[in-house]
């Protein structure tokens, strides 16, 4: 059954570096979404993108945040100048059409120190 | 989108029926209610969705009441990989329509 995968599956970095979360979603999939889980709280939604460009996005998805589908396969995550306040579970996730079910990836950890 | 309440916590005997309800009394026409869950901090699980029809898959069944004001989540026997927190979200069909999580019934599965 497919898949939505992320690399790495752990990340630390020191404050004020950039970091790339990477994804690659299911193959036939045409809507790719990022949320993240800061431990203890919801999951909340960050971006979503479709054709090249952002659908919507989220109070918390400022300019330090940025996306990218740099080939066919990947969904790429950059925040440009980590804060503390970024160490959270990132999840990928992708459907096949906007009304479709959004199928989850086994999320990234980012831990900023 | 519209709210859903569910409640924070429900406990249930491995090889019975969980029945997990989850309330959305302001959902409008056009959207679906889904279920997913989360085991630990692993990425959000898909489990079955509906508009007003009842639904059953391979992993539970969904039954929506006729007003849609609320739903049931059914796993028909539990067992402990069931332990999981579970969401019930309302969603509209705008495009790139987002999930809005709330914080879900944590489901505890004992012996």
């Known amino acids: 059954e497919p898949e939505v995968t992320q690399t790495p599956s752990h990340q630390v970095t020191q404050m004020g570096q950039e970091v790339i979360l990477r994804c690659v979603p299911i193959?036939?999939?045409?809507?790719f979404y990022w949320y993240r889980q800061i431990l203890g709280q919801k999951v909340e939604f960050l971006v979503s993108?479709?054709?090249?460009?952002?659908?919507?996005k989220s109070e918390i998805f400022d300019d330090q945040f940025s996306v990218e589908r740099p080939d066919g396969s990947n969904f790429t995550l950059k925040i440009r100048s980590t804060k503390l306040e970024d160490s959270a579970m990132y999840f990928c996730?992708?459907?096949?059409?906007?009304?479709?079910?959004?199928?989850f990836g086994p999320g990234t950890r980012l831990l900023v120190l | 989108d519209a709210k859903t309440t569910q409640p924070t916590s429900m406990d249930c005997a491995e090889g019975r029926a969980a029945n997990l309800p989850c309330n959305h009394s302001?959902?409008?026409?056009?959207?679906?209610v889904y279920w997913y869950r989360q085991i630990h901090s692993q990425g959000p699980q898909y489990i079955i969705h509906g508009l007003k029809n009842n639904e059953t898959n391979e992993m539970a069944s969904l039954i929506i009441t006729e007003d849609r004001k609320s739903s049931t989540l059914i796993l028909p026997h539990a067992t402990l990989r069931d332990t999981a927190v579970y969401y019930c979200i309302v969603r509209g069909t705008g495009t790139a329509s987002k999930l809005t999580f709330g914080t879900g019934t944590r489901l505890q599965v004992t012996l």
């Open positions: 993108f479709y054709n090249n460009e952002i659908s919507e």
């Open positions: 996730a992708s459907s096949v059409g906007t009304r479709e079910t959004q199928y």
């Open positions: 193959s036939n999939h045409l809507y």
């Open positions: 302001t959902i409008s026409g056009n959207e679906y």
